[in-house]
């Protein structure tokens, strides 16, 4: 199997180059160089590289910034994954589109499946919603996997600026009413190459087992980065609610997603968010530590 990961430089898509499946060649083709809205330039890559499938992992996700700048997320969001699958169909490759928890308005208090009502609730969750859309009206057999609060030890995610504001301030405030589960790329990657080995089409929802408030989330990253010394000195979490910490964009409440489908079709489970969050801040203080 030969695939081309696009948006090859952000954390996800690194994960899913460094993490190859063992019967595969992977190509990753960062933003720098393609324009994946470019309907010439992608069926010319595509042409060229002549993949048996795509794993699209670009994406607009500033999500604020994106209340301000819509055409952008669009573009990338939207009209790109649409692209893309076009494309795709013209060469026979397979698409796998990555989602976002984003889509759904987070107002129930159980695990959203596949077929739960979407009801996005910014520019950035109804651009990714419509970049859904579009792969599936262009290629119905194409797999869309939807994850939520990705983290790795490299790039820009919530673990890192926690550890970042922690080292700085001592202190942080983190809403404690929004809910999900936090994902780590690498078990992402894993999971997304698995799903194509297997198969699946459709929509998938993938993200680590349990669940967190962005409060339980920043406490575990103190916690765990105070074991390992990557904090320097003691910080602490104080928990606010939603409305003390406005944001251009609304975020849903609850967008814990149902994992079910996937796990089946993969035939495991995901691990605890816990175990993941505790290896990768390992992996930070190795790199810490190496370059001392």
């Given at each position: 199997?030969?695939?081309?990961?696009?948006?090859?430089?952000?954390?996800?898509?690194?994960?899913?180059?460094?993490?190859?499946?063992?019967?595969g060649?992977v190509?990753?083709?960062?933003?720098?160089?393609?324009?994946?809205?470019?309907?010439?330039?992608?069926?010319?890559?595509l042409?060229?590289?002549?993949?048996?499938?795509?794993?699209?992992?670009?994406?607009?996700?500033?999500?604020?910034?994106?209340?301000?700048?819509?055409?952008?997320?669009?573009?990338?969001?939207?009209?790109?994954?649409?692209?893309?699958?076009s494309?795709?169909?013209?060469?026979?490759?397979?698409?796998?589109?990555?989602?976002?928890?984003?889509?759904?308005?987070?107002?129930?208090?159980?695990?959203?499946?596949?077929?739960?009502p979407?009801?996005?609730?910014?520019?950035?969750?109804?651009?990714?919603l419509?970049?859904?859309?579009?792969v599936?009206?262009?290629?119905?057999?194409?797999l869309?996997?939807?994850?939520?609060?990705v983290?790795?030890?490299?790039?820009?995610n919530?673990?890192?600026?926690?550890?970042?504001?922690?080292?700085?301030?001592?202190?942080?405030?983190?809403?404690?009413?929004?809910?999900?589960?936090?994902?780590?790329?690498?078990?992402?990657?894993?999971?997304?190459?698995?799903?194509?080995?297997?198969?699946?089409?459709?929509?998938r929802h993938?993200?680590?087992?349990?669940?967190?408030s962005?409060?339980?989330?920043?406490e575990?990253?103190?916690?765990?980065?105070?074991?390992?010394d990557?904090?320097g000195?003691?910080?602490?979490?104080?928990?606010?609610?939603?409305e003390?910490?406005?944001t251009?964009a609304?975020?849903?409440?609850?967008?814990?997603?149902?994992c079910?489908?996937?796990?089946?079709?993969?035939?495991?489970?995901?691990?605890?968010?816990?175990?993941a969050?505790a290896?990768t801040?390992?992996?930070?203080?190795?790199?810490?530590?190496q370059?001392?």
């Amino acid at each position: 199997m030969k695939a081309v990961v696009t948006g090859a430089g952000g954390q996800l898509g690194q994960a899913l180059v460094a993490h190859p499946p063992a019967d595969g060649e992977v190509v990753g083709v960062p933003r720098a160089s393609l324009d994946i809205a470019d309907p010439v330039a992608v069926a010319d890559m595509l042409r060229r590289l002549r993949p048996d499938v795509v794993v699209n992992a670009a994406a607009y996700t500033a999500v604020d910034r994106a209340e301000t700048e819509p055409e952008a997320a669009r573009r990338v969001n939207a009209e790109a994954p649409g692209v893309l699958a076009s494309a795709c169909c013209g060469v026979g490759a397979r698409l796998v589109h990555v989602s976002t928890d984003f889509v759904f308005d987070g107002g129930g208090g159980a695990p959203l499946t596949p077929e739960s009502p979407t009801e996005p609730l910014s520019v950035y969750g109804a651009t990714k919603l419509e970049g859904e859309r579009r792969v599936q009206d262009a290629m119905p057999d194409a797999l869309v996997v939807r994850t939520a609060w990705v983290c790795s030890a490299h790039g820009r995610n919530f673990m890192n600026t926690m550890l970042r504001l922690m080292r700085e301030r001592g202190e942080v405030r983190v809403v404690c009413d929004q809910f999900g589960t936090p994902t780590f790329a690498g078990d992402l990657a894993q999971a997304i190459w698995g799903l194509v080995g297997a198969g699946a089409s459709g929509i998938r929802h993938w993200t680590q087992s349990g669940a967190a408030s962005w409060y339980d989330f920043a406490e575990a990253i103190r916690r765990e980065g105070q074991n390992r010394d990557l904090l320097g000195t003691e910080a602490r979490v104080v928990p606010i609610s939603t409305e003390e910490f406005p944001t251009p964009a609304r975020r849903p409440r609850f967008s814990v997603l149902d994992c079910s489908l996937a796990y089946t079709t993969l035939g495991a489970t995901a691990r605890h968010w816990q175990d993941a969050l505790a290896e990768t801040l390992a992996e930070v203080a190795r790199v810490e530590q190496q370059n001392a």
